[in-house]
């Protein structure tokens, strides 16, 4: 591919075999299911097409990755094996950021989530010290307001209920 082309070619000519040796590396370290290297990636199932992609970027030693939606349209098996490619490469150094609408998925795989609301970061949560209700207050404004403003900061647990109903009532 041409992210490392550069590595497979000499004096101008791509070296299939090197291609293919390293596509074969991938294939069995990424655990994607494919026929064969030389398939089609519009020919495999979703997750196996995220995960060639993500093989791509790991042939080049690339350090710093950006995500975006990375467990959408998947099954819950491909999600799986890439969640856990994901803490593989943060676990031997590589900056993985993660931009998804999914705040289980954001919660369940980054160590901090920023939250954006309007176009800019609105607060930084610790994962293990926050809840979706939480991320959901601060990326629909909270905060916003003036007591909010004078340095009220509802904790890393759920947000401070602003609809009103009290316990028991329906």
Do not use: H
Request: net charge negative.
């Amino acid at each position: 591919n041409l992210s490392s082309l550069d590595e497979a070619a000499r004096a101008g000519l791509i070296q299939s075999g090197l291609y293919r040796e390293r596509a074969a590396r991938m294939i069995d370290a990424l655990s994607i299911k494919t026929p064969g290297p030389g398939t089609a990636v519009r020919y495999l199932s979703g997750g196996n097409q995220q995960k060639t992609v993500i093989a791509r970027w790991l042939a080049t030693d690339t350090q710093v990755f950006v995500l975006e939606e990375p467990g959408l349209g998947v099954d819950i098996g491909a999600k799986f094996e890439i969640y856990t490619l994901i803490n593989r490469m943060a676990a031997e150094g590589s900056a993985v950021f993660v931009v998804s609408t999914d705040i289980p998925e954001l919660l369940g795989i980054c160590d901090r989530v920023l939250v954006m609301y309007r176009g800019q970061v609105a607060k930084e949560l610790v994962s293990a010290e926050t809840t979706p209700d939480t991320v959901l207050f601060w990326s629909t404004g909270g905060g916003t307001n003036e007591a909010d403003a004078e340095g009220a900061d509802p904790t890393p647990g759920d947000p401070p209920d602003r609809a009103g109903p009290t316990e028991g009532t329906a």
